[in-house]
């Protein structure tokens, strides 16, 4: 537990050097107050002390960190479709493989997280616009399709204008302009907690848009583009027009692009392990940990608590302590 104001901790002395003061002063016997002995008598002034103990604790502004319920959340699954999505490193396939865990992790997450998809090869497309019909997202990811080349930062542009569909992001612009324009003021990165891009790729920019410069754009908005390199790190051959290319992902920008918009990467060689990964992933979005001022809690308890010891005193003894 943390403080706000740890100076008013100091508040908390005076509640033991009061009851010292009580006791110490205090009649043994009280005219007008009808004579008790046992325990009743000490219960009203312990609970007025630890009343006054709790109360300065709520002075400080308490602060805990608390696990949460997100709040409605966007999210949008960025899939690699390039060729080299059909090696068979990973069993049946890369692309298989990547579809069962997409799934599976859209079945995971609460009915009213909103979830689009996004495909890249060598363009990027929107393949199902946000939305909480699981049917059609898993209809959508069956629909996936394999083509050439490798657009990593078409996918995060493309997945931007799903989340932003208002803010005129599009791929030709940014390319026109050569650098990641924005008409938003850049907020901290990571801070949007409704929306966040999940990417997964087994190869290398080969066409399209800077990765960095496009996730530059997410970084601006907030939002968390968690980066999944999927498959050997080291490459694996895939046949392509009847000859055997050795494909590989380019690990370092995968990670530079989960850093700099403030998420995280991740490095799976197999279907279980991106499914693992999904799973992490889908219980950072549903529940979140924050830290949160419980200075209403600590008020409330003493409130209670000098409520009870005046109660108990009037019922008992006829007066307020």
Do not use: C
């Not at 005219?31 to 609970?47: F, T």
Request: hydrophobic residues 50%; without cysteine.
């Amino acid at each position: 537990m943390n403080f706000l104001w740890p100076e008013a901790l100091w508040l908390a002395l005076a509640a033991p050097a009061l009851a010292i003061i009580y006791y110490s002063r205090r009649p043994k016997t009280i005219p007008g107050m009808p004579r008790m002995s046992g325990w009743r008598k000490h219960v009203p002034p312990v609970l007025f002390f630890s009343a006054l103990a709790i109360a300065a604790l709520a002075a400080a502004r308490p602060t805990a960190l608390i696990t949460l319920p997100s709040q409605q959340r966007t999210i949008i699954l960025t899939i690699d479709v390039s060729l080299s999505m059909r090696a068979g490193d990973v069993l049946p396939s890369r692309l298989a493989a990547a579809q069962t865990a997409a799934k599976d992790f859209i079945r995971e997450q609460p009915g009213d997280a909103r979830i689009g998809i996004v495909s890249f090869a060598g363009t990027a497309v929107v393949v199902q616009q946000p939305t909480k019909d699981r049917d059609e997202l898993i209809a959508a990811i069956d629909r996936l399709q394999l083509d050439r080349h490798t657009a990593i930062g078409s996918g995060i542009i493309v997945s931007l204008a799903a989340l932003y569909p208002n803010d005129g992001i599009d791929v030709e612009s940014f390319g026109k302009r050569g650098a990641p324009a924005s008409n938003v003021k850049p907020v901290p990165p990571g801070s949007n907690t409704n929306a966040a891009i999940i990417l997964l790729t087994d190869g290398r920019r080969t066409i399209g848009p800077d990765p960095l410069q496009a996730a530059r754009l997410a970084s601006d908005r907030g939002v968390r583009v968690y980066t999944v390199g999927f498959g050997n790190a080291n490459g694996a051959p895939v046949q392509v027009e009847g000859y055997s290319i050795y494909m590989m992902f380019d690990e370092e920008t995968l990670k530079a692009i989960a850093a700099l918009t403030g998420a995280e990467y991740f490095h799976a060689t197999s279907g279980a392990e991106l499914k693992k990964i999904y799973d992490s992933l889908s219980s950072k979005f549903v529940m979140q940990r924050e830290q949160t001022e419980v200075t209403a809690f600590f008020a409330a308890a003493a409130a209670a608590l000098l409520i009870a010891a005046a109660g108990l005193s009037l019922a008992w003894f006829g007066r307020i302590l």
